[in-house]
């Protein structure tokens, strides 16, 4: 069965630059979410998008933007990157069924490092 | 805002043993929980996921609980292995007016001595 699938797997870059990781979601998958796990921490949400929508928002910092685009992949933007930023970078998807947003699917995370 | 505490933090066993890690919630207002494995460096892969309106689901050796009026979860492994050996965290899921995303706890370190 398809999962979902994130770009790149890993990605260094250094302080200031920015980066973009991508998100493909299931397909049939509505919608995206966006979750940052740092060293030794539990994953914290970030932010969601359902039907190209922003859904829901988290703890995402007015630095990182995101959006849902028309085939439904998503990609999050990180510009200013600061050490603290280097984490574990989860996607997730899952589909509306009768109003109700179902199981969501993790993809294999995006590592990030920035020096 | 959702808590979510998952004690122990860190747990050793030698192998055989049959063991029981423990979520608790603060806000009992959810629309599933779900138990997750997740290897060092590597992404999440569900074990289980309960609904709201369960109260518990089984697969293979593992058994998981949920008594929602008291914020509480438990994951039972039953004769545990050394490939057992994982973090295991549990996630708790929204009502859908409250958004869906997940609200992870800290995760429990499990090590399985052979």
């Known amino acids: 069965a398809a999962g979902v699938i994130q770009s790149p797997r890993h990605l260094i870059k250094e302080k200031r630059e920015t980066a973009t990781l991508k998100c493909y979601p299931i397909?049939?998958?509505?919608?995206v979410y966006w979750y940052q796990q740092g060293p030794g921490q539990d994953p914290q949400f970030l932010i969601s998008f359902y039907e190209k929508m922003q859904s829901d928002k988290g703890s995402i910092p007015d630095r990182f933007s995101a959006q849902q685009f028309s085939d439904y992949h998503s990609e999050l933007n990180m510009s200013s990157l600061e050490l603290g930023d280097s984490a574990l970078y989860f996607c997730?998807?899952?589909?509306?069924?009768?109003?109700?947003?179902?199981?969501?699917?993790f993809g294999p995370g995006t590592r990030l490092l920035v020096l | 805002k959702q808590e979510v505490t998952q004690i122990p933090a860190a747990l050793s066993v030698p192998e055989g043993e049959n063991l029981v890690l423990n979520c608790s919630f603060t806000d009992s207002a959810i629309y599933n929980l779900q138990w997750f494995r997740q290897d060092p460096g590597k992404g999440l892969t569900s074990l289980l996921l309960i609904q709201s309106s369960q109260r518990e689901q089984t697969s293979g050796r593992l058994n998981a609980s949920l008594d929602k009026s008291s914020g509480r979860s438990t994951l039972y492994i039953a004769a545990s292995q050394p490939g057992d050996s994982a973090t295991y965290l549990c996630?708790?899921?929204?009502?859908?007016?409250?958004?869906?995303?997940?609200?992870f706890g800290e995760g429990t370190q499990l090590t399985v001595n052979p």
């Open positions: 997730a998807s899952s589909r509306t069924s009768g109003g109700a947003r179902e199981t969501q699917y």
């Open positions: 397909p049939r998958h509505d919608t």
């Open positions: 996630a708790v899921r929204g009502r859908e007016t409250s958004g869906s995303r997940l609200t």
